[in-house]
Antibody
């Protein structure tokens, strides 16, 4: 059974940093691209970033470029999102998602809440 | 960026009805190379993570009931749910998977009448 379990969220002050982790199991992690998708409270879904199966390529939405870094450790089957210079508008639930060919997101974690507030 | 516009934003239905949700993209999602439309639909029930229903406009994900039907081409797409059941009450999102940044529609909330 595919499982994606996020951790590392919480309350953080504007301008500070936070690192999210996503532990994957139930599939061959290094065969898949992986992504982060966020959802602000009572809002819709927004793609944040994608990393290729081997970590060689990364893609970001414009609003997080230069502030967020997606990475992975295939030996640990773990995906990461380093979030720096956080802003109030980054407040959201962040989902880790497996990205299949095309690309679509076929498995999602339960999500982790990040609240940016002083 | 490709803008995805969904309508309606909410829909009240009775069990057994057929419902239609629309999604329009600001540019064509049809690939000239393989003639496939790069449009997906997701379902998100309250308090849950999104679930992939349909991709490439009309390909149902494994395990998704056949009452969920995706159609459309180019810039106009539709998700039809035949004979709505109580378990189908959720938010539905379209997503273009044609190019980065992948963009989603604002969602359609399916509620019970």
């Amino acid at each position: 059974e595919v499982q994606l379990v996020e951790s590392g969220g919480g309350l953080v002050q504007p301008g500070r940093s936070m690192k999210l982790s996503c532990a994957a199991s139930g599939f061959t992690f290094n065969n898949y691209d992986m992504a982060w998708v966020c959802q602000a409270p009572k809002k819709g879904l927004e793609w944040v970033a994608t990393i290729s199966y081997d970590g060689s390529s990364t893609y970001y939405r414009d609003s997080v470029k230069g502030r967020f870094t997606i990475s992975r450790d295939n030996a640990k089957s773990t995906l990461y999102l380093q979030m720096d210079s956080l802003r109030s508008e980054d407040t959201a639930t962040y989902y880790c998602a497996r990205q299949r060919l095309h690309p679509v997101f076929d498995y999602w974690g339960q999500g982790v809440m990040v609240t940016v507030s002083s | 960026d490709i803008v995805m516009t969904q309508s309606p934003s909410s829909l009240a239905v009775s069990a057994g009805e057929t419902v239609t949700i629309n999604c329009k993209s600001s540019q064509s999602l049809l690939s000239s190379g393989n003639q496939k439309n790069y449009l997906a639909w997701y379902q998100q029930k309250p308090g849950q993570s999104p679930k992939l229903l349909i991709y490439l406009a009309s390909t149902r994900e494994s395990g998704v009931p056949d009452r969920f039907i995706g159609s459309g081409s180019g810039t106009d797409f539709t998700l039809t749910i035949s004979s709505v059941q109580a378990e189908d009450l959720a938010d539905y999102y379209c997503q273009q998977h044609y190019s980065y940044p992948n963009t989603f529609g604002a969602g359609t909330k399916l509620e019970l009448k």
